[in-house]
Each structure stands twice: as C-alpha cells, then as structure tokens.
C-alpha cells in the first residue's frame, strides 16, 4: 500500500473509533489512542459539542498582536516561514497564550480552507473553545503535538493534521505556539522537525530582544509627540510621525496604496511624495523599516499600543493611567484620526465602567466639558472626599454656570 493509501486507512480507522466514543461506546479498544488523545476528549466533551462547526472569535486580537512580544522575533523569520507554508501547503499560525490566533501566513487555497473554521486571527483554540487539537495539547503540556483527523474532537477538523509546539520566553514561560496545518493526506515526518526549527529561530531572537542593555525604541503619540532612541529624542517631521504611528498601531505590512490613503485620503498625493518621506523615516530609524511592503523590522514600544494592549486584556484603570492625551491632537490624516476616535471612545468607555473614582478624575483633567464623566466621578467619591469639590467644579463648567 502507497503512503497516501496508508494515511486513509489510518484516517477511516480513527474516524470509525471516533463516531463510536462520540456516540457512547467508550470501552472500543479496536484502535489504539494517545492517552493524551483520550484525556482531551474526556475533558473537552464536557464543553465542546463535536459538531462545533467553527472556533470562536476574539475580536480584540489585532490589539494583542500589536504589543506581542513575539511579533518582532515572528517578523523576522517570516519570509522562510512563508516558505516553507506555501510549499508546503500549509497554513502556519502564531497564538497567545491563551491559544487565540494573533498572525497566520500561508497560500490563498489553504487560508480560505482554514478560515471556514476560524483558523485564523482572533480564532480562539484552547480546549474548552474547540477541544481536542494540537494547539490546545501543546498549551496544556508544554510540548511539541500532533493531532492527525479524527484524532480531533470536533468533526469539522478530521480533514486536517496539525503539528504544534510552544514558544516559550527566556525564563521558561509559554508565550504562544506555533502552528503547521494542512489536509490530513500531506501528513508528513519531517512536518515537525521543521516546525521545532522555526521556534527555535523564534526563541532565540526573542531571548535577544528581552536581553538586557539592549537599544530601545519608544514613540510617544499620546499627547505630545516624540520618538526616543534610548531616552535621547530622535528628530522627526509631523508626516514622518503620522507614519511611524500608523505602522506601530496597525502591526501589520502596510502596502505604499494603503499608507497613502491613511495618510492623505481623498487628497491626490503622487507616490513619489510618499516614497520620500518613507525614505526620511527608514534613514531616522537606521534602515529597520521594509521596503515595498512597508513594515517596522526592529521593535518600537508605543504608548497608544500599551493603552490598546490594557483595553484588550480587561485592564481598563490601567489603560486610563496610562493615556495622556488624544493620538496626535494636530494630525488631521483619516487614518491617525480614525485611530484616535477609537483610542477615545475605548478609553472614555473604560473610566465610565470603573468602581474607583481616580481614573473617573483622571480622566475628566483632560476632558474638561464631558459632564458625564464629571457626574460619574461625584458619584463614585464618598461623602466628604475633598475631591468632590473638584469634580463638582468640572461639572459645573461643562455646564456652563
């Protein structure tokens, strides 16, 4: 029998076991299971349905994978691990460590394919949101896993074969996974060799960025504007930081089309006059921005993107802390405005929903005509509280007595 022959065997086999434990019979011993397998399903049936037709979804990703301390070692290497998914004919997929998908890359066949299930950014993978598979084992246990069909709980998922392993930091912590997927009949023993090599590439660039006295990037668009190198400020025109802004937040390549509109809108602005001023910015960041496809190379930690970051994970007090002032009050680009309404309305959200009254006040300094946020403040100081007078004089100048 073929190799192809084989793997159908194996996979009518599982998929026969399957249908029997799914529907009661858990004592069939006909074909032999991982205990990791069987302890999955005993644990994901209790929340997974197997006939789950899609994984949930995390609208808050792209916040997360803006800030993800593994987006820069990823960007790296991503060229070869484009490769090696589009030759391949496999969908490649960075996560969290929670399991939802941050990033993935692969050829258009395989991400549409995928995307019918949710394979893909803002897909929630651990075991109680989609069961049995290899992102989910890998999380649990640390390790390298494979699941192979039917060996996955939920029926929509037995046409694929999934190779895994942990991205883990410096210290040991599980930071994410890496993720190789394809049709079950490109099941292949050199698939997780592969992909162990690729985290390693990932581990060890990562050690690197977390390695200390290493230069440092810091944008500073809340408010006041300024990007520093090391502390020192570096010089930059408005348009350049309207840029730099842009490609920190949006945390993906940009094509020069879709900078342009972000930047200008309906205005007619020739491609020269943005290749320019894209040219300006390479040479102030030392050449760590891409070409053609415009990308920041070297990490550059923002403020907007923690505020993004603290949103995105439920820490709303924190994100008011550390918000200082609109995305760059004097920009008037449709993308950095788009931005900054977002950015506003999240953070303002996120004060109104507090218990304490300090974000509310902190808030409010510089929100001065926002009543409401006034009046949540008085309502949340007790009586007494000296504070009262001062949110009660913000109040009544939103008022306008």
Known sequence: MDRHGT??????????????WVAGDRANKQVSLREEIIASWRRSIRWVPPERDCAPVDAAA?????????????????????????DGGFIAAITDESGTILWTCGGRVMRRRAETVNFAPGGCWDEPAMGTNALSLALRHGQPATVFSAEHLVQ?????????????????????????????????????PALTNLVTGIEQRLAERLRP?????????????????????????????EILTLLTLDGHAMS???????????????????????????SALLGALSTRRYELTEPIACDA???????ASGRGEQ?????????????????????????????????LRSRRPEPVLRYGESHPYDLEVHERALALLPAGDARRGVALARSRSALGD
Not at 213 to 221: D, W
Not at 331 to 349: F, K, L, Q, T
């Open 319 to 351: 994100a008011v802390d550390v918000y200082s002032g609109p995305l760059l009050p004097s920009s008037d680009a449709p993308g950095i405005r788009m931005w900054r309404e977002h950015i506003e309305v999240a953070v303002r959200e996120a004060a």
């Open 305 to 311: 993107a923690e505020v993004l970051a603290l949103l």
């Open 256 to 282: 020069p089309e879709r900078l342009r509109d972000g930047l200008y809108g309906e205005r007619h602005v020739t491609a020269a006059t943005l290749k320019a001023e894209v040219s300006h910015l390479r």
């Open 7 to 20: 793997l159908r065997e194996r996979r009518d086999r599982l998929h026969r076991h399957w249908a029997g």
């Open 213 to 241: 006295g290493r230069p440092g990037l810091f944008l500073r668009c809340l408010g006041d504007a300024q990007l520093l190198r090391d502390g020192a400020p570096v010089r930059l025109r408005p348009r350049q930081l």
């Open 156 to 192: 929509a998922l037995h046409g694929w074969v999934c190779y895994c392993a942990p991205i883990k930091a410096p210290d040991g912590r599980v930071l994410g996974v890496l993720d190789l997927s394809s049709t079950w009949d490109r099941s292949h023993p050199l698939a997780m």
């Open 62 to 86: 792209d916040d997360r994978w803006s800030c993800s301390p593994l987006r820069e070692p990823v960007r790296a290497i991503s060229d070869e691990l484009r490769t090696i998914a589009e």
